[in-house]
């Protein structure tokens, strides 16, 4: 990229990055990092007109992640989950990975973008007493 003097590169990490993760805060730091990097890379590579982005995710339903299967009772719930009112799905993340990575972004560089449903925006985590940790849905308050 920096011979060809252009490009575009898109990080993938989460929201919990950028937020308190009390379940696990060696994932939160290792999240951290990924946007960080993105951050510091973008000053870097800009002279070399390459751009750095990051998409910051949460709540997307995937194998590995699966918000919906057993919880078919919980659908209105997310209303109170997300201010979206549903689940992410992997295209939501490929549509905005995809603005960064086009000319339609031309101009931006260096920012983590979260693609979320607004949770990051809400704060995300609350801690129940009856679970007695730290948890991100209100089912389990």
């Known amino acids: 990229m ?3 003097g252009s490009g575009n590169i898109v990080n993938v990490h989460s929201v919990e990055g950028m937020r308190g993760f009390p379940r696990d805060p060696v994932y939160g730091a290792m999240k951290a990092a ?3 990097f993105t951050t510091c890379l973008a000053v870097d590579l ?3 007109g390459i751009r750095v982005n990051g998409i910051e995710t949460d709540l997307t339903q995937t194998p590995q992640v699966d918000y919906l299967t057993g919880h078919e009772d919980a659908e209105h ?3 109170s989950w997300v201010p979206v009112g549903r689940a992410g799905w992997p ?3 490929a549509r905005v990975a995809l603005f960064l990575a086009s000319e339609l972004s031309g101009f ?3 920012h983590n973008i979260a693609v979320d449903g607004g949770t990051k925006a809400v704060g995300g985590w609350l801690f ?3 679970a007695g940790r730290f948890v991100n849905r209100s089912k389990h308050l």
């Open 91 to 93: 295209q939501d993340q």
């Open 128 to 130: 129940s007493p009856r």
């Open 108 to 110: 931006v560089t260096g």
């Open 2 to 4: 920096i011979r060809a």
């Open 34 to 36: 990924v946007a960080h």
């Open 77 to 79: 719930l997310w209303q």
């Open 46 to 48: 800009g002279r070399h």
